[in-house]
């Protein structure tokens, strides 16, 4: 790859090289980069001075990287094939890609060099360019390792490097004997590769790895997915069998769920049906859950019978909510009778969250949310206000108008938010009373977006101004039957970062660190005509949003790139 030179001289970048010695990666990567792109002996010589001598590891490897320049071919092709045959680690990686750009002559061989050195890193940084290359003799060099007398690391990292990339990807024959390989991680992989080919080995595979113990994670992982893909009634059978192991790892469980969610033909909903009645309580849960998802009779009767006799307290929850979101109302009785026990518990909770799904318009529900709506129990009565503005009944107007005065936020949040879809005018006035005193941010942006949606009026959330407007036009005021689009913003000082409002009083920014926010004017002229890279924006950014914030807020900032700060 032929690098156009940069507008700084070599000095000016070396000077510079050396006053960033204790900043961050991301911000040497970009000059070291820079100095790659000169393409000339003294900048080939600096380098290699900085992949010797810089004590960061990285740098090391990006100066290695930055030699992938063709004016560098001409004076420097020995040097740079000398250390690539020699190279281990992260440096095989840089080194490898430094042969491609450079355009070197000999990189196939030195690549199957690479290959046969026994290093780990040098296979997996050889492997991929050489695949590249599209050749015959590369790519029977990689199939060579994956099925040769080697370990399993170099197996896994030139099948996943190498075969993957080569032209039609890898053979078959490589895929079913990597799909044999007691290497897990390469095992996985290989059949997932087997069922993208819709290769009927996928299947049979995967059926016959969901009934070994201990189930190994990333092994696990791949079987939930092939089965969770085909989705017949076998296969649901089988993963459902991966959760009755006590000791799952929970990133296979998440996967069987993940997979189970999207499980919709009748003999595996039959499947999932009769998984309500197994013995291990994480089947039980499972089947719940995505049950909840298919709203038929049978299904809701089967729910309904084991709700009924179901003791496990984390179990039980599953079922309520799959209930609720039936809204079939041979389950009302049942729902009712658990949302009415005294003692505070997470089914109560669910009960009473899935008789605010079946509604208002049923007389029993009504009458016990009603009284839910004066609830001491602040968690309550939130259930009960998401019931009130799901039903959109302005008849609830009065009640609901009683928790703006509620002590905490989240209860005051809660009734704003149905009194804005209960769309009232007899909600404004007290709307605009509330604004006047609220403190809470997040409230107060609730407020102001809700009286907007109600007036078609962009006040933002200045209570005063609310309070004239309203004793002018208030009298007679009718609620404007289409609800206005939001303003960007409810205050030009409002506190924001790159135009997202911010509306809590905690407050985290995460800030990418990596080398592409720190290339030279990426994010183009600012207003003073300098260039500025994408993490000068992302700082200013974070300072002009501070400036802005509320004295009580509390903030945090995050910088990732491969370490976190």
Excluded: C
Aim: no cysteine; hydrophobic share 45%; glycine share 6%.
């Amino acid at each position: 790859m032929t690098r156009t030179p940069p507008a700084d001289s070599l000095e000016v970048l070396w000077q510079r090289y050396k006053d960033e010695k204790a900043k961050t990666y991301s911000e040497r990567y970009a000059t070291v980069n820079l100095i790659g792109n000169v393409g000339t002996r003294e900048s080939f010589a600096r380098l290699l001075d900085i992949a010797d001598e810089d004590a960061e590891l990285n740098i090391q490897n990006a100066a290695l990287r930055a030699l992938g320049n063709k004016a560098y071919l001409a004076f420097g092709a020995a040097k740079v094939a000398a250390r690539a045959r020699m190279a281990t680690a992260s440096a095989a990686h840089a080194l490898a890609q430094a042969l491609h750009y450079m355009d070197h002559p000999d990189r196939e061989s030195i690549y199957i060099d690479m290959l046969r050195s026994g290093d780990s890193n040098a296979v997996s940084g050889s492997a991929r360019w050489l695949a590249y290359m599209r050749t015959e003799r590369g790519r029977k060099a990689i199939l060579d390792v994956i099925g040769g007398p080697v370990t399993p690391a170099l197996r896994y990292n030139a099948y996943i490097q190498g075969a993957r990339n080569l032209t039609g990807g890898p053979p078959i024959a490589t895929v079913l004997r990597a799909a044999d390989d007691d290497y897990p991680t390469l095992k996985a992989e290989a059949i997932r590769d087997l069922a993208k080919l819709g290769h009927p080995q996928a299947r049979k595979r995967a059926l016959a790895l969901a009934k070994v113990r201990p189930v190994q994670v990333t092994v696990g992982t791949a079987v939930a997915e092939v089965l969770g893909a085909a989705g017949d009634a076998r296969a649901v059978t089988a993963i459902l069998g991966l959760l009755e192991d006590e000791a799952l790892h929970a990133n296979v469980r998440k996967k069987v769920l993940e997979q189970l969610r999207f499980i919709r033909a009748p003999a595996s909903i039959a499947v999932l049906v009769k998984a309500l009645r197994a013995k291990e309580p994480a089947v039980r849960a499972v089947a719940a859950e995505i049950l909840a998802a298919v709203p038929e009779r049978k299904v809701t009767e089967a729910l309904l019978k084991q709700a009924k006799k179901e003791k496990d307290q984390e179990v039980l929850p599953l079922l309520l909510e799959a209930l609720g979101d039936h809204g079939d109302e041979i389950a009302l009785a049942q729902l009712l009778k658990m949302a009415k026990r005294r003692r505070k518990s997470e089914a109560r909770r669910a009960a009473i969250r899935a008789l605010a799904r079946l509604g208002f318009h049923r007389p029993k529900v009504r009458t016990y949310l009603l009284g839910l709506l004066e609830a001491q129990r602040w968690e309550d009565r939130i259930l009960a206000l998401d019931a009130a503005r799901a039903a959109g009944d302005a008849g609830l107007v009065k009640r609901v108008l009683r928790s703006l005065k509620h002590e905490r936020w989240q209860v005051r949040l809660a009734a704003v938010e149905a009194l804005d879809a209960l769309r009232s005018a007899l909600s404004i006035e007290p709307l605009i009373g509330r604004l006047a005193v609220e403190e809470v941010e997040r409230v107060r942006d609730a407020l102001a977006t809700t009286l907007f949606r109600l007036t078609g009026m962009n006040l933002y959330d200045n209570a005063e101004i609310w309070q004239r407007w309203w004793q002018q036009h208030g009298k007679g005021f009718e609620v404007p039957t289409e609800i206005p689009q939001p303003p960007e913003q409810h205050a030009g000082t409002q506190a924001g970062f790159y135009g997202i409002p911010i509306k809590s009083e905690r407050v985290i920014f995460v800030i990418d660190q990596s080398g592409s926010m720190s290339a030279a004017g990426a994010a183009g002229p600012d207003e003073d005509g300098a260039r500025r890279n994408r993490l000068d924006v992302a700082v200013r950014e974070v300072l002009g949003a501070v400036a802005k914030l509320d004295n009580r807020t509390r903030i945090n900032v995050i910088f990732f790139h491969t370490t976190i700060h």
